[in-house]
Structures are given as C-alpha cells and as structure tokens.
Nanobody, 122 residues
Framework: QVQLVESGGGLVQAGGSLRLSCAAS????????MGWYRQCPGKERELVAS????????????NYADSVKGRFTISRDYAKNTVSLEMNGLKPENTGVYYC???????????WGQGTQVTVSS
C-alpha cells in the first residue's frame, strides 16, 4: 500500500519561503489527485493546492485556494513519486499543519500523510 511522508516544514518569517515535499512509498497509478491541505486547531482541514495526473492530450491540472494564488506553486515528479509545494511570500495566516493527500479516484482510495508544521512569524 502507498504511504505518504511529508517534509520541509519549519519556522519562517513573514515574506519568506518554504518548500514542502511529499514522497509516496509505492507506485501511484490510475487517475489520481495529489494535494496539500492545511489545518489549524479547532478548524477543518482545507485545501491549499492540488494537482491531477495528466492525460494523453492534457497535462496535469492544478487548483489553488484563492488566498494562495500567485504565491504558491504545486508540482509533481512522476518518476520520483513526489509532489511539492513551493510557498513564497508567506504570511502569518499561512501557519498550520500541512497534510499531503492522495486521492486515487480510479480505485476509490484516499490516503493522508502525518502532517508537517509550518509556522510563519510576523
């Protein structure tokens, strides 16, 4: 079974940058979506960014929360089974635990990583 391991979280000052990475331990096949979610204490987990697997004629499609558009970039490396989130221009409001998510729609499977803490100081 595929397992997800996140890395790259930490403490950064406002305006700084961080790069989160998520590595899948096994092969990821079929139509799938990988993404990053953020969760704050007492609040629901919310989507930050996601990226789909590509098709023969259409490349991967991305989706971003309005609050991070233009600052965050999600990408994936199919050969290395990784998905990354480049976060630039970080703000204190971006603080939270970031979870890597994999939705294998072809097989109806959803997996979550253990989360990595991101703290942005003002």
């Amino acid at each position: 079974q595929v397992q997800l391991v996140e890395s790259g979280g930490g403490l950064v000052q406002a305006g700084g940058s961080l790069r989160l990475s998520c590595a899948a331990s096994g092969r990821v096949f079929g139509f799938n979506v990988m993404g990053w979610y953020r969760q704050c204490p007492g609040k629901e987990r919310e989507l930050v960014a996601s990226i789909t697997s590509g098709s023969i004629t259409i490349g991967p499609r991305t989706n971003y929360a309005d609050s991070v558009k233009g600052r965050f970039t999600i990408s994936r490396d199919y050969a290395k089974n990784t998905v990354s989130l480049e976060m630039n221009g970080l703000k204190p409001e971006n603080t939270g635990v970031y979870y890597c998510n994999l939705e294998q729609r072809t097989y109806g499977r959803v997996l979550w990583g253990q989360g990595t803490q991101v703290t942005v100081s003002s």
